[in-house]
């Protein structure tokens, strides 16, 4: 087994034993002779992973009948686009700006109508969940991120929108927490933080609006097309749909998502609070909104930054350079993580704060 602990943004993390059955099914898929992906996607034992798939992520998620789920591809920055190109039809849309996520939502959906900026944290460079929300009377859709994966910030409740339906960007924490799906029109995701590899995107889409959607698109950004062939009007993400089945039966035996958010509220406590309790580390997202999935954090010099992660790095912990755009550090622990591997994260941050100089 691998002595490195992965706290990647993503591509994340996946679970050891989702990897494991992939390699021992990789070569024979359920006694087919052949590789999963060399398979065709209508044949009967791929329509069973696809069908399973769906199944199992409509009982653990308790989605309801008047909903699709839709694996697409494009990742979750399609979805950007393709949600104003089918629904904004040149009216109002409120999106809500936390950070460089919403941003690129926003960009796109200016293409296609009016975007109300309803709220932003941008004045604190997004360090926070803005709490004083101006939603338009006549929106089509409000849009929120309910992660943003570089800020480390996250939604601890939604907010209401009335009649609006609330489209929400979930890439980085779906599956991580209870959730009610009839709260929203889309929840839509990338797989790769949470759910599976990338080059697959779980989009779940009240049934209303996939009926509503404009009628003049090309076939491949049309929501009615992907929903009314089940995923499959062209050749699938085979692979990537296979691996989330995988991750849904590794849920599934952890407990379910009850489960999943109790040991996501341990990790990221213990990460927190060791960042806390430390002179060295501070934290750069707002106490209230700070995220399970995403801990961002810095230390009081760059100097010291880069040495943390050079010998971080050396230990086996990797990834956790913060982005690019923002700098710092960043620990992303996904579900996949397991609490072990925060433990050690832990252990190895307080080594090194006893050798440094800080005073
Ligand atoms: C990673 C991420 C994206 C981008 O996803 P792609 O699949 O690369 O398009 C969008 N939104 C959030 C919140 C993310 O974390």
């Not at 494991?20 to 996607?41: P, R, T, V, W, Y």
């Not at 341990?266 to 399970?292: C, F, H, M, P």
């Amino acid at each position: 087994m691998s002595t490195k602990h992965n706290f990647y943004a993503g591509p994340a993390i996946l679970p050891h034993d989702v990897l494991k059955k992939a390699q021992e099914e990789l070569l024979d898929f359920n006694g087919s002779g052949l590789s999963i992906m060399e398979i065709s996607h209508r044949s009967k034992d791929f329509d069973q992973v696809v069908t399973t798939a769906e199944s199992k992520i409509r009982n653990l998620l308790g989605i309801p009948e008047n909903y699709s789920v839709l694996f697409l591809q494009g990742g979750a920055s399609l979805q950007f686009g393709m949600i104003p190109m089918n629904l904004l039809k040149g009216g109002t849309a409120d999106y809500i700006n936390t950070g460089s996520w919403a941003k690129k939502a926003i960009k796109e959906a200016k293409l296609f109508g009016i975007v109300n900026i309803a709220a932003s944290s941008e004045d604190k460079n997004f360090s926070y969940i803005p709490k004083n929300i101006h939603f338009s009377p006549n929106a089509v859709y409000a849009h929120i991120t309910s992660n943003e994966t570089i800020g480390g910030i996250q939604w601890k409740t939604f907010p209401d929108t009335g009649n609006t339906p609330l489209f929400v960007d979930m890439s980085s924490d779906i599956f991580s927490r209870k959730l009610t799906v009839s709260d929203f029109g889309i929840i839509y995701a990338g797989a790769q933080k949470n759910i599976g590899p990338a080059g697959v995107t779980l989009v779940i889409i009240r049934n209303d609006l996939v009926d509503s959607g404009a009628d003049n698109l090309t076939s491949m950004l049309s929501y009615r097309t992907h929903a009314e062939k089940h995923s499959l009007y062209n050749t699938p993400p085979c692979f990537g749909i296979y691996i989330i089945k995988l991750v849904m039966d590794w849920i599934e035996q952890q407990g379910g998502i009850q489960a999943i958010e109790s040991t996501n509220e341990k990790k990221a406590a213990l990460l927190y609070e060791s960042i806390d309790n430390s002179s060295l580390y501070q934290g750069t997202a707002a106490v209230q909104d700070r995220s399970t999935m995403n801990v961002t954090f810095r230390l009081t010099s760059e100097e010291l930054e880069s040495q943390f992660i050079k010998e971080a790095t050396e230990a086996g912990f990797m990834g956790l350079k913060g982005h690019r755009s923002v700098g710092g550090c960043r620990a992303s622990i996904y579900n996949a993580m397991p609490l072990e591997g925060v433990e050690k994260l832990v252990e190895f941050m307080k080594s090194f704060e006893k050798k440094s100089p800080v005073d």
